[in-house]
């Protein structure tokens, strides 16, 4: 049974940072194209950032480039999100997902993606 479980979401203030966290379970993430999105009601899931699976350097989408950093531990299977300068728009649930058939992530295509995480909300606000 494939599991991405989310974690380190919460409420920040403006210009602060979080890091999300994704930990897999029954799947090697090094052979998956891993990528974030987020969504806030009423809205489609939007990319923000991925790591194709042919590797390479990440891939930011333009309302995260300059300030989220995506990583990967492979000793550990998990991704991380490091955000920093916060802004109130980015206010959503975010979710970590992995495409194993996706050689190139950059397109973010929500259907292109097997497996999904639960979620974690992520809230801007003074």
């Known amino acids: 049974q494939v599991q991405l479980v989310e974690s380190g979401g919460g409420l920040v203030q403006p210009g602060g940072s979080l890091r999300l966290s994704c930990g897999a379970s029954?799947?090697?993430?090094?052979?998956?194209?891993i990528a974030w999105f987020r969504q806030v009601p009423g809205k489609e899931r939007e990319g923000v950032s991925c790591?194709?699976?042919?590797?390479?350097?990440?891939h930011y989408t333009d309302s995260a480039k300059g300030r989220f950093s995506m990583s990967r531990d492979y000793d550990k299977n998990m991704v991380f999100l490091q955000m920093n300068s916060l802004k109130p728009e980015d206010t959503a649930v975010y979710y970590c997902?992995?495409?194993?058939?996706?050689?190139?992530?950059?397109?973010?295509?929500?259907?292109?993606?097997?497996?999904w995480g639960q979620g974690s909300q992520v809230t801007v606000s003074s």
């Open positions: 997902a992995a495409a194993g058939s996706l050689p190139y992530c950059y397109y973010y295509v929500t259907s292109d993606y097997a497996f």
């Open positions: 790591i194709s699976r042919n590797g390479g350097a990440a």
């Open positions: 029954g799947i090697t993430l090094d052979y998956y194209s």
